[in-house]
């Protein structure tokens, strides 16, 4: 699969002349096989926060690009994650959430400890060679900013922490060690899983498509170190709620004078946006399901301390009607931006100055693509 070389130059272009990228970038399961090959299972992504899974035997399991994933707290408190499947033949292990004491294949009963060591395997005696250490799940990488928890399937990536940057340092005022994850939605996006971080990097939307929810916008791009970009809307109030709906709870204690400024629209390369406002933290984190369809998840978080407010649950109630709103106007926009992608007489158009994420998200994905050009 080749995209247009023209095209690609142009999308190269200083930012006051250049186009958008060409539409196969975002339409051809051709692109999206090299993505998921050299960007996706390359890269660290997000998976979620660890406080829901605090306690020896708590596990949780997700969907990834690499397959089904396991994360469980060993008896000896620490969390690991595994590649959910029996190293028998192949069953998944555990499903959704909860608590286990061992992990119990639902096939033929082989049994793991939940430090993923092999326990239990019913009538291999007579196998030849069968080696019970060789045979506990297979580990996933993972490491964690601040709770945040990240896998990667990539065994020679950089830490964690080299792929971050500075990101951790900028966001410190937040105290984002303090946040707990409280609500979640999942929205299936009908669209090319860059179009909603591009959409999630830009205000030149958001007076049109938001225009009766959070309104037009003024934003600046903010340097960063690191693979990680940054932009901040500038609001002194928390846009965290509708602009009708005064923001519930005060801001942080010891925000930095740049973070009082405004909210943090954080891309964290590849898949995930990390919000940060005054008072509050939402993720969009997108899963590429085909090149056209992504599952979208937004999560919400707030300081602990605001947690523990009796009120808090009502409190809450706009922050979450807001993302979710918001994400959906959004996912609406989207869907139809990748049907008209297809139209074969599609031809990139020229950016404005407010689309200058969109060009560098796009140009960070393509230099990881081994195109012939
Ligand atoms: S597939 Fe798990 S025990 Fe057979
Ligand atoms: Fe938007």
């Known amino acids: 699969m080749t995209l247009d070389a023209t095209q690609l130059d142009n999308a190269r272009d200083p930012l006051d002349r250049s186009r958008a990228m060409p539409a196969g970038f975002y339409t051809t399961p051709e692109i999206f096989a090299l993505e998921r090959e050299h960007v996706f299972l390359k890269n660290w992504f997000f ?92 580990p996933v990488r993972m490491e964690q900013w601040a709770g945040f928890v990240f896998l990667n399937f990539n065994r020679d990536a950089p830490t964690l922490m080299e792929h971050l940057g500075d990101f951790p340092e900028r966001m410190a005022s937040h105290k984002p060690d303090t946040m707990r994850h409280c609500w979640t939605v999942t929205l299936d996006a009908r669209c090319n ?14 007076g049109i498509v938001h225009r009766d929810s959070v309104g037009a916008q003024t ?14 809307v500038l609001s002194t109030r928390s846009i965290a709620t509708l602009p ?62 605001a947690m523990s407010d009796p009120d808090f649950d009502t409190k809450a109630q706009p922050y979450y009607q807001r993302w979710e709103r918001v994400g959906r106007e959004d996912v609406d926009i989207l869907e139809r931006q990748q049907k008209a992608l297809a139209s074969v007489l599609y031809k990139p158009g020229p950016l404005s100055w407010r689309d200058d994420h969109v060009r560098a998200m796009g140009l960070w994905v393509l230099d990881r693509l081994p195109l012939a050009t």
């Not at 089904?68 to 060993?74: D, E, H, S, T």
């Not at 971080?197 to 958001?206: D, K, Q, S």
């Not at 400024?261 to 399901?289: E, I, K, R």
């Open 219 to 232: 934003s600046r791009s903010l340097e960063t170190e690191g693979q990680w970009r940054c932009l901040q």
């Open 47 to 138: 998976v979620g926060r660890e406080e829901g899974i605090a306690d020896p035997g708590d596990f949780r399991t997700i969907d990834t690009v690499g397959g089904p994933v396991l994360l469980i707290r060993g008896d000896d408190g620490i969390l690991r994650a595994f590649a959910n499947y029996c190293r028998h033949r192949g069953s998944i292990l555990l499903e959704g959430e909860g608590n286990c004491r061992r992990i119990v294949c639902p096939y033929h009963a082989w049994s793991y400890h939940t430090d993923g060591s092999l326990l239990g395997c019913p009538d291999m005696a007579d196998a030849e060679g069968f080696d019970r250490v060789e045979n506990g799940l297979v």
């Open 244 to 305: 009708d709906a005064t923001p519930s709870f005060p801001p942080i204690d010891g925000l930095d004078a740049d973070a009082r400024m405004g909210t943090y629209f954080t891309v964290v390369h590849p898949t995930c946006q990390f919000a940060l406002s005054q008072d509050a933290l939402w993720w969009l984190n997108v899963l590429p399901l085909a090149h056209d369809r992504t599952m979208l998840e937004i999560g919400g978080c707030f300081p602990e301390s």
């Open 193 to 206: 899983w860059k179009l909603i971080l591009e959409n999630a990097m830009e205000t030149y939307h958001t």
